[in-house]
């Protein structure tokens, strides 16, 4: 009996293991790091999340039994049939001229944008429920994505991942809306923290401290969920991505005093003890192009990749933390320059940057004007230029004009969506090409229309936000870049990759737009007078209507001798009183 015992026990440890192993073989996790000194003082640091399941999100059978992937996300993806979610919190302006291209370009604020199944047949009413469900779960003010500020692209949100086999893309699946007035803060970190395997207890996540992330210059959350291909050699059986990913740009000229150095406990307060246990692969990754020659990193790094592509070079000193940590050792990856003399200078311009602003003056007509520099100067750019615009912005498509050193652009491509009062916004996507080495300026007129007095917000007097623009477009791949790939969210793929043409998605400045706005100071005042009025004429009335009068009768004054006489009635008669008590007190006791 007792050897039968024993042979069950070990089938059942076995049976555990092999079950075990095969549901960790369906998930790979793998986090990264991607430090880049700037010469300009700034350090631009990206965290790279990545979680594969290799499962199908056609098949809701599959999405049952969780290892990795975190259940939440999971169990939203099936509710709402989704098959793509993207979703950025950002506080802070990229600014393109003085930082280069981002690995992720996100707007300021919150932007959403969801690709459903074409299973679903509701759309806006899925629409409204999964902004509600991602609201609580982020802790983001994304409840208020409605359809005031939801609109339906047509070419600048195309599927990152994989569609269903023989099925083409319909663009009444997709949703777009953004927040711009959206702050970020711990309360959304927290809950994007719980989605790592890891957490922020071992890891690159242990270097997610709030108190020095919210120092810096611009920071941004983003989670991306997609299918993608389980293998680079086929797309037969597809797989489900997770792409978390937090971007910084710190100022270290601030806060290092003038220094140039820098580390992570600098950076971040905090070094590495160890890589997450579940992770396949825990990297750090520093760009070292421009440091080279006039800083030393330490510790050294295990590996350098140097990147080669239409003649601009690149070299990426790689850290694994796993090798680095062995022993309870620590990983505090630094980089310390020779001399304190090296001057500031400006990055190199991208190839294509945009800037966005309000025209017009007064409280009626205005006008929104974005220039798009296109710096090439051997190839023309073709871009996808879209503008979502509030409804309460009365915009004319008829004076939209796109002008490049005098002369006039048509459109390729042109889809307008007149917005409806207190339904929807405004839509215009725009496809052109900009001339090679040219500023082209692109501009369109509006009337700012008058709201009811309770749809204003207790910050009216401040003004009313726009969305940024969205430039889509395809380029040659710059020397400055920092692209992500569509085969793959991890920042290794960025390594050997013979790709000549790149897609990037640029987002410009939000607009600040002054309506007519009543003076709400006014009913306060009246108010006030009112109740003072009131209370002048009520104190009045109940005081003569509640008193009572008693007659009195008036002693007649004889001058200062009277006066005089009346003082002294008073002194005498208290003791006149007490002569007479003590008498009485007296014949009492005899």
């Known amino acids: 009996m007792a050897a039968r015992r024993v042979v069950k026990l070990l089938y059942v440890v076995i049976t555990c293991c092999f079950f075990a192993i095969s549901v960790c073989d369906k998930d790979n996790y793998v986090e990264e790091l991607f430090i880049k000194p700037l010469n300009n003082g700034f350090i631009y640091t990206h965290f790279q999340f990545t979680t594969k399941w290799n499962v199908s999100i056609w098949q809701e059978e599959s999405l049952k039994h969780y290892n990795v992937f975190p259940k939440s996300l999971g169990d939203t993806l099936q509710a709402f049939s989704i098959q793509e979610l993207h979703l950025t919190l950002t506080q802070g302006l990229w600014r393109h001229s003085k930082w280069g291209y981002p690995v992720r370009d996100a707007p300021p604020g919150a932007e959403l944008w969801v690709w459903f199944q074409d299973t679903v047949e509701d759309i806006d009413q899925q629409w409204i429920s999964l902004t ?220 294509l940057h945009a800037q966005r602003f309000a025209s017009g003056y007064g409280q009626e007509r205005g006008g929104i004007v974005c220039l798009l520099h296109n710096e090439d100067p051997h190839a023309n750019i073709t871009v996808i230029y879209m503008e979502s615009i509030p409804w309460y912005i009365r915009v004319y498509f008829h004076t939209l004009t796109i002008e490049s050193e005098g002369v006039k652009i048509k459109p390729e491509y042109q889809h307008f969506v007149a917005g409806k009062d207190r339904a929807r916004p405004h839509l215009m996507e725009l496809v052109f090409t900009l001339p090679r080495s040219s500023t ?56 050997n990759n013979t790709r000549e043409t790149y897609f990037m998605r640029l987002h410009t400045e939000t607009l600040l737009v002054a309506l007519a706005t009543p003076d709400f100071s006014m009913p306060y005042n009246v108010i006030c007078l009112v109740c003072t009025v009131v209370a002048i004429a009520f104190g009045s009335i109940h005081n003569l209507t509640t008193r009572r009068f008693i007659v009195e009768e008036a002693h007649k004054k004889g001058g200062i001798i009277g006066k005089i006489k009346n003082f002294f009635r008073r002194k005498s008669v208290p003791a006149a009183q007490s002569e007479g008590s003590e008498i009485k007190s007296h014949l009492k006791d005899s």
């Open 440 to 495: 082209t300026r692109l501009s369109i007129e509006f009337d700012r229309a008058f709201l009811k007095w309770t749809e204003y917000p207790p910050d009216a007097s401040q003004g009313f936000l726009i969305n940024s623009a969205v430039i889509s477009t395809v380029l040659v791949r710059p020397p400055n870049h920092m692209f992500g790939f569509a085969e793959s969210s991890e920042l290794s793929h960025m390594f």
């Open 132 to 351: 509600n469900a991602l609201s609580g779960q982020f802790c983001a003010s994304l409840n208020f994505l409605d359809g005031t500020s939801t609109v339906q692209p047509q070419l600048s949100f195309r599927p990152e991942g994989i569609n269903h086999k023989d099925k083409s893309v319909n663009s009444s699946y997709i949703r777009y809306a953004a927040l711009p007035k959206e702050n970020v803060c711990t309360e959304n970190l927290t809950p994007w923290k719980k989605l790592l395997p890891c957490g922020e207890k071992t890891g690159l996540g242990s270097l997610l401290k709030a108190k020095k992330l919210y120092d810096a210059n611009y920071h941004s959350l983003a989670v991306s969920i997609r299918p993608v291909c389980r293998s680079r050699s086929s797309c037969e059986d597809p797989s489900l991505e997770l792409s978390q990913s937090l971007s910084l740009v710190i100022d270290n000229h601030i806060r290092n005093n003038g220094r140039r150095d820098w580390s992570l406990r600098q950076l971040f307060g905090e070094t590495l003890s160890g890589h997450c246990p579940l992770a396949s692969r825990s990297v750090v990754y520093t760009d070292t192009t421009d440091i080279e020659g006039s800083a030393i990193l330490s510790p050294p790094p295990g590996e350098t990749h140097i990147e080669m592509n239409h003649g601009h070079t690149r070299t990426y000193a790689v850290h694994n933390v796993k090798d680095f940590t062995l022993n309870n050792g620590r990983l505090n990856i630094g980089a310390k320059y020779t001399t304190s003399l090296i001057p500031y200078t400006s990055v190199q311009p991208p190839i």
